[in-house]
């Protein structure tokens, strides 16, 4: 008897969730994940907030929202400024309006209010940690001299004895929190025209993330004036490096977007015309593709304008030799290429017009905001010497899942890309839910090695810190959704389990099987598995109820148009269940996702973060993550079971320290991470590398990548292999008895045209 088989099997049923609690059914009244009474109301350094548990109603959850909190409801007639009545806002405008001060001036009044112990208090509620990295307040105490001479012992045992006291005294920063989206306009001075596109995208009330980093990034005017300064003001002057951690869903992205425009539209006109002025590396064309949507529905209207980098597109001036050796003539730049180019529109009209041998050219970036994959780019900056081309006009660098862009995989292409942007006064912003602390120590080896190869100016350029903001517990799942770790035994038990799933039955509440309602992801380790899952699922869902049409699979050996038609019918809900590999795992906002299930179980902890993190976004609750697992995953299932743990521990759940008695019972069990085995460093690393061998792909006869998904067993399986090879031999005789007897007297075989 297989002791996780049966113990499995007692563990309780879980309940159904109330249909109004589905992300599918809409936004969440508050995106915050922890401490959200803080930004209810106002907080003074008087007023001490009471603290609601994650999952109970807010009080007056049922009664009508005051106005501004009411941010996800349509907008009430007359209350919206409209767009056809709104003018363009002058980026010189923006300017001169932010330097005139506020608009209103409502938020101003606050800020007394506020002291350091009330900005503490806010942050710890909202678990969020800003630090300055120690190598840094270290180097910034003693600010590194460029010797030509080998440094002496005295001299190094005191920059050792600098370091250590710099560890000591680790710096933590408290930044005044942003309370609102408001206060952006009336604080942190931004453009009217950024701060109009903030509101009408409905964003009111900032997000951990956002109400941490924002204030650095913008820059604390008032802190700056403050006489009283205890040191930190450099540390809030906006002119900082960032490495932020927070958790998925809690809008990271308009987190690094805001600051860019911001700075972008303060920087004026006449820098628009040299080259990209930020770069966004992001790991996937999906997520590349989401950030530029994300942009230029920020910067509408002002005149900064976001180009996604496809194939084709230049992003620096080559000289005429190599544009004639780089441009065959059957090179043309699709339709939609061109206009995500120069992201102009009239501009693009004038292009069609011109004769087509003119247009065959590489279209060359014109957009201030690019944002890329850090392959497509590298390409583009790759000079016909194989050299890469730099990118000086580039002053604001984002790399959205850095850890992944600072993998292995990606790493050299993505080092090249940020080495490439060669202004001395790049500012670099890292973002991920997860973060390793090997990832962090290369960032401030690149950053040193960097900053040591700049040129000296006169008078000394002050080192720009670099501060890491870390929101929740680091690398752990989000708290708000529901996690179930079953044990499937077989591949036969998983196939069984996924179609109870997809079945209807499986959504009554007296089932013994996971609540999971459409639309879900389900992930597999390899491509050939994700199409494989896909054949064997096609006539599952009813054709009542659509069909093969509603299942679908995504994955990076597809076309580009497949991919980005497969999203959008994903995202309007025509496909229910969408079957893809680590591709779409991370950074991907499907906003009413339901649940994402492990078909196969992820190859890291990290790769569970952020797979799992694709429900429950931006605070939505009832979002669940099923992770299958099989008598091979055994060895390597702990990681993930430590990291469900970790996130129900945040929700506060019974049987996991920290929990209440009263509240749910956790799914992981004691007795369960007792019982599984820990694996080595080794073991880890060779899972991420190759993930679960038994599921590797093979190759078939025919040369070809298989991979067998199938509730047929072994014995109907090989039946049918010997019915198969049976027929194919007897096909093989009847074939050579034709040649013999073409051989011997029959038509003679066509040997091609004569001259
Ligand atoms: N302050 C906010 N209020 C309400 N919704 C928000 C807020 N900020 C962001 N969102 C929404 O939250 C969703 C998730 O945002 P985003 O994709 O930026 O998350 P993320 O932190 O980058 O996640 P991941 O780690 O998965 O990349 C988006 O749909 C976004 O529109």
């Not at 148009?561 to 995202?571: D, L």
């Not at 229910?576 to 009413?592: C, E, Q």
Request: hydrophobic content about 35%; overall charge positive; aromatic content about 4%.
């Amino acid at each position: 008897m297989n002791v996780f088989k049966l113990l499995s099997r007692s563990a309780k049923a879980p309940q159904s969730l109330p249909a109004e609690k589905l992300p599918s059914s809409g936004a969440a009244v508050n995106p915050q994940l922890f401490g959200h009474d803080h930004t209810e109301q106002p907080t003074t350094s008087s007023k001490k907030s009471k603290k609601r548990k994650r999952g109970q109603e807010p009080e007056d959850s049922q009664q009508e929202l005051p106005e501004d909190l009411d941010f996800f409801n349509a907008p009430k007639e007359g209350s919206k400024r409209k767009r056809k009545d709104r003018k363009p806002v002058e980026q010189s405008e923006a300017v001169t309006t932010t330097e005139n001060g506020t608009e209103n001036g409502a938020a101003e009044d606050q800020d007394d209010a506020y002291d350091e112990d009330a900005c503490k208090r806010v942050l710890r509620s909202h678990k969020l940690k800003i630090h300055v990295l120690e190598d840094f307040a270290a180097q910034l105490e003693a600010p590194p001299v460029k010797e030509k001479k080998k440094k002496s012992k005295k001299r190094k045992e005191k920059e050792e004895e600098a370091a250590c006291k710099a560890k000591k005294d680790k710096k933590q920063l408290f930044p005044r929190p942003l309370e609102s989206f408001a206060q952006l306009r009336t604080r942190y001075g931004i453009s009217r025209g950024l701060a109009q596109n903030i509101e009408e995208q409905g964003y009111k009330l900032p997000t951990e993330v956002q109400l941490g980093t924002l204030p650095l990034l913008l820059g604390d005017r008032k802190k700056n004036t403050e006489t009283e300064d205890d040191g930190s003001a450099r540390f809030l002057s906006g002119d900082v490096d960032l490495l932020s951690i927070a958790p998925t869903g809690s809008g990271k992205t308009i987190a690094f977007l805001i600051p860019i425009i911001n700075a972008l539209l303060a920087e004026g006109k006449e820098s628009s015309t040299s080259g990209p002025r930020a770069v966004i590396v992001a790991p996937t064309r999906e997520l590349a593709s989401q950030i530029v949507n994300e942009a230029r529905k920020l910067a509408k209207g002002t005149g900064i304008k976001t180009a996604l980098m496809k194939k084709g597109m230049e992003v620096v001036e080559r000289p005429e030799e190599e544009n004639k050796a780089e441009a065959p003539s059957d090179f043309e730049v699709s339709d939609d290429d061109k206009s995500e180019a120069s992201g102009s529109e009239e501009e693009e009209e004038k292009k069609d017009t011109l004769p087509k041998k003119q247009r065959r050219r590489a279209e060359m970036v014109k957009a201030a905001i690019l944002v890329a994959t850090p392959l497509a780019l590298l390409n583009a900056l790759r000079l016909f010497d194989g050299k890469i081309a730099e990118l000086p006009s580039v002053h604001h660098l984002v790399l959205d899942e850095a850890d992944v862009l600072l993998d292995p995989l990606f790493r050299e292409q993505t080092l090249s890309v940020w080495n490439a942007c060669t202004n001395p006064s790049l500012r670099v912003g890292l973002w991920s839910a997860t973060m390793g602390s090997s990832i962090e120590e290369l960032v401030l080896r690149t950053l040193n090695t960097r900053w040591t190869s700049l040129p000296p100016t006169t008078p000394p350029t002050p080192r720009a810190p670099l501060i890491r903001a870390v929101v929740g517990i680091k690398d752990t799942a989000i708290p708000n959704i529901s996690h179930k770790l079953i044990y499937a035994a077989t591949e036969q038990g998983k196939l069984l389990g996924l179609r109870q799933l997809l079945h209807p039955v499986a959504l009554t509440p007296s089932s013994n099987t996971p609540t999971l309602r459409p639309p879900f992801l389900v992930f597999t380790q390899t491509i050939p598995r994700a199409t494989a899952l896909h054949s064997e699922l096609l006539y599952d869902i009813p054709p009542e109820a659509g069909g093969s049409s509603r299942i679908a699979v995504l994955h990076a050996n597809l076309s580009s148009t497949a991919r980005s038609t497969i999203m959008t019918r994903f995202r309007r809900g025509e496909i229910w269940v969408l079957i893809t590999t680590d591709l779409l795992a991370r950074g991907v906002d499907f906003r009413g996702l339901n649940g994402v299930v492990n078909y196969d179980v992820p190859t890291s902890a990290a790769a569970y973060v952020h797979r799992v993190g694709r429900t429950g976004r931006a605070g939505r609750e009832g979002g669940v993550a099923v992770t299958y697992y099989t008598q091979e995953d055994i060895p390597y299932v702990k990681g993930i079971a430590n990291v469900i743990r970790a996130s129900e521990r945040l929700r506060g759940k019974k049987g996991v320290s920290g929990g209440a008695q009263g509240e749910e019972e956790g799914e992981i069990k004691q007795w369960l991470l007792d019982a599984l085995p820990t694996p080595s460093k080794r073991d880890k690393q060779m899972l991420k590398k190759r993930g679960v061998e038994a599921r590797r792909t093979v190759k078939d006869e025919a040369g070809k990548n298989r991979a067998r998904i199938s509730t047929k067993s072994g014995y109907e399986r090989r039946r049918e292999n010997n019915l198969r090879g049976a027929r194919r031999a007897s096909q093989r005789r009847g074939g050579e008895e034709r040649v013999e007897k073409s051989a011997s007297g029959g038509e003679s075989e066509f040997e091609g045209f004569e001259d």
